[in-house]
């Protein structure tokens, strides 16, 4: 790394996968630092910068001799299991800089000596605690599969012997009764059934009888919204979609499509219209929300119908790994294995990382929102029409008076939109604008004049960047 790029990344300031050390004095300092990049995107340590002001400070002869040292030690004894950081040094106008680099650890979670675990959080890390986080991270390595795990008290005669006999004369052209072992071993030998005869997550979510009895929350709660706020208080239709994956798509394809219009396009009279956001789209973002959510996140996908566009809200944000780009290129992660693999083999799914790919191919406007921050995925799908004004809740025209009270109860709105943006910001400092749309109903425009209010009048002022950076809340009056 040349001189110049480090002044260019040390102007940047800090990030999640950059950090600025001026010096490191213990092997469990440097070895809680290597844990946390190592069960996070990985990243690299600038030391003899002053992570304050981002002064170049520089390591002398001993002090390079030392830090090196340490890090040694922390990598090879205080860090289980092992990592292995790559450790060079740079002269940047006479001033020697130790870079660390460190990558994310193909089998985390990554721990200290005395067990803690940590992760990034912005340019700052943070220890976790929490189990699902910790089996989140569990999940991310490969080591643990939260579809396959079992659904205490169940056993097959909670799962459909039709879907089951469907299932197999589809995959192998037998019924459940001529497989030549017994049908609770053949489950077994899929990881529909555990060892002990009870159905796993993915099991159950595919053959299940009632799967909402046992998974309450793994459902599809699905709103056709007035207007364009998912703070409306009226809609137009509403519906919670449960059983099955598969039947949980179909009746989310079709609680869609009787919200969309169809137009005639050149077709003859009779034709029944092309839906105004392309089919294809719909169904490839719908099976990825339903195969790729989390399964440790207890949360419904959303469907959220407006006037001017679609949304798909699905509970777990991308892995670490991927990112929006990537997954647009086709890079993909099979966070859930059991599941994407009975999807294959019971629906129009190929689970290569294509879905993506074949709807972006179409001419849908489609937007993606990976929020890392609330945890999950939204995919939005710009609509082509709008319904007309004609069916909106109130019809008549307003008179004076009632104008005036609209006029008055906009500008309450407006000043109880910046009261909880406020509170947001000072209890969730790392919040995204889209998250800050979701919790408020304000429009994006609406958030960002409230924000620039709240700056000009010195209450907040941002911390580090856009991306990875956080808010810091003046409180002042």
Same mark, same amino acid.
């Given at each position: 790394?040349?001189?110049?790029?480090?002044?260019?990344?040390?102007?940047?300031?800090?990030?999640?996968?950059?950090?600025?050390?001026?010096?490191?004095?213990?092997?469990?300092?440097?070895?809680?630092?290597?844990?946390?990049f190592?069960?996070?995107?990985?990243?690299?340590?600038?030391?003899?910068?002053?992570?304050?002001?981002?002064?170049?400070?520089?390591?002398?002869?001993?002090?390079?001799?030392?830090?090196?040292?340490?890090?040694?030690?922390?990598?090879?004894?205080?860090?289980?299991?092992?990592?292995?950081p790559?450790?060079?040094t740079?002269?940047?106008?006479?001033?020697?800089?130790?870079?660390?680099?460190?990558?994310k650890?193909? *089998?985390?979670?990554?721990?200290?000596?005395?067990g803690?675990?940590?992760?990034?959080?912005?340019p700052?890390?943070?220890?976790?605690s929490?189990?699902?986080?910790?089996l989140?991270?569990?999940?991310?390595?490969?080591?643990?599969?939260? *579809?396959?795990?079992?659904?205490?008290?169940t056993?097959?005669?909670?799962?459909?012997?039709?879907?089951?006999?469907?299932?197999?004369?589809?995959?192998?052209?037998?019924?459940?009764?001529?497989?030549?072992?017994?049908?609770e071993?053949?489950?077994k030998?899929?990881?529909?059934?555990?060892?002990?005869?009870?159905?796993?997550?993915?099991?159950?979510?595919?053959f299940?009888i009632?799967?909402?009895?046992?998974?309450?929350a793994?459902?599809?709660?699905?709103?056709?919204?007035y207007?364009?706020?998912?703070?409306?208080?009226?809609?137009?239709?509403?519906? *919670?979609?449960?059983?099955?994956?598969?039947?949980?798509f179909k009746?989310?394809?079709?609680f869609?499509?009787?919200?969309?219009?169809r137009?005639?396009?050149?077709?003859?009279?009779?034709?029944?219209?092309?839906l105004?956001?392309?089919e294809?789209?719909?169904t490839e973002?719908?099976?990825?929300?339903?195969?790729?959510?989390?399964?440790?996140?207890?949360?419904?996908?959303?469907?959220?119908?407006?006037?001017?566009?679609?949304?798909?809200?699905?509970?777990?944000?991308?892995?670490?790994?991927?990112?929006?780009?990537d997954?647009?290129?086709?890079?993909?992660?099979q966070?859930?294995?059991?599941?994407a693999?009975?999807?294959?083999?019971?629906?129009?799914?190929?689970?290569?990382?294509?879905?993506?790919?074949?709807?972006?191919?179409?001419?849908a406007?489609?937007?993606?929102?990976?929020?890392?921050?609330?945890?999950?995925?939204?995919?939005?799908?710009?609509?082509?029409e709008?319904?007309?004004?004609?069916?909106?809740?109130?019809e008549k025209?307003?008179?004076?008076?009632?104008?005036?009270?609209?006029?008055?109860?906009?500008?309450?709105?407006?000043?109880?939109?910046?009261?909880?943006?406020?509170?947001?910001?000072?209890?969730?400092?790392?919040?995204?604008?889209?998250e800050?749309?979701?919790?408020?109903?304000?429009?994006?425009?609406?958030?960002?004049?409230?924000?620039?209010?709240?700056?000009?009048?010195?209450?907040?002022?941002?911390?580090?960047?856009?991306?990875?950076?956080?808010?810091?809340?003046?409180?002042?009056?």
């Amino acid at each position: 790394m040349t001189a110049e790029k480090i002044k260019e990344i040390v102007r940047c300031g800090e990030t999640s996968t950059v950090q600025f050390k001026k010096l490191f004095k213990t092997a469990e300092d440097v070895a809680n630092e290597l844990v946390a990049f190592s069960n996070s995107n990985g990243g690299q340590i600038f030391i003899g910068v002053d992570d304050k002001t981002g002064e170049i400070l520089g390591l002398d002869y001993d002090q390079l001799r030392e830090i090196g040292s340490l890090v040694a030690s922390a990598a090879d004894d205080r860090v289980r299991p092992a990592v292995f950081p790559q450790v060079e040094t740079e002269p940047v106008d006479g001033k020697a800089v130790m870079i660390v680099t460190v990558k994310k650890g193909p *089998d985390a979670p990554y721990t200290n000596k005395k067990g803690e675990i940590y992760v990034k959080q912005g340019p700052d890390k943070r220890r976790v605690s929490d189990n699902n986080e910790i089996l989140r991270i569990f999940a991310e390595s490969g080591s643990f599969q939260p *579809d396959r795990q079992s659904i205490r008290g169940t056993s097959i005669k909670d799962l459909d012997r039709y879907l089951l006999d469907e299932f197999f004369q589809n995959s192998l052209g037998k019924s459940a009764d001529n497989l030549g072992i017994p049908l609770e071993t053949a489950l077994k030998n899929l990881f529909i059934l555990d060892e002990d005869g009870q159905a796993t997550l993915g099991g159950m979510m595919f053959f299940g009888i009632n799967p909402q009895r046992f998974c309450p929350a793994f459902n599809i709660k699905a709103v056709w919204f007035y207007g364009n706020s998912i703070g409306g208080t009226e809609y137009r239709s509403s519906r *919670d979609i449960g059983g099955t994956i598969p039947r949980m798509f179909k009746l989310g394809m079709e609680f869609i499509d009787g919200c969309l219009l169809r137009r005639q396009e050149g077709q003859n009279f009779n034709s029944i219209g092309v839906l105004e956001i392309p089919e294809i789209a719909l169904t490839e973002l719908l099976q990825n929300a339903l195969v790729h959510r989390s399964w440790l996140k207890p949360a419904p996908i959303r469907i959220l119908v407006f006037d001017n566009r679609v949304e798909i809200v699905s509970p777990g944000a991308l892995p670490p790994s991927l990112t929006v780009a990537d997954i647009k290129l086709g890079n993909a992660f099979q966070r859930n294995q059991l599941i994407a693999n009975l999807c294959a083999k019971t629906m129009d799914y190929r689970g290569l990382g294509s879905g993506i790919i074949r709807a972006l191919q179409t001419d849908a406007n489609i937007e993606f929102q990976n929020e890392a921050s609330g945890d999950q995925f939204r995919v939005i799908l710009w609509r082509t029409e709008q319904k007309s004004k004609e069916e909106t809740p109130s019809e008549k025209e307003p008179d004076i008076n009632s104008k005036e009270k609209s006029k008055e109860k906009e500008i309450v709105g407006k000043e109880k939109g910046k009261e909880k943006i406020f509170e947001l910001l000072k209890s969730i400092p790392g919040i995204t604008s889209s998250e800050l749309q979701e919790q408020t109903g304000l429009s994006r425009s609406g958030v960002e004049k409230i924000i620039r209010q709240l700056k000009e009048a010195g209450k907040i002022r941002r911390i580090g960047p856009d991306k990875g950076g956080h808010w810091e809340v003046m409180d002042r009056e």
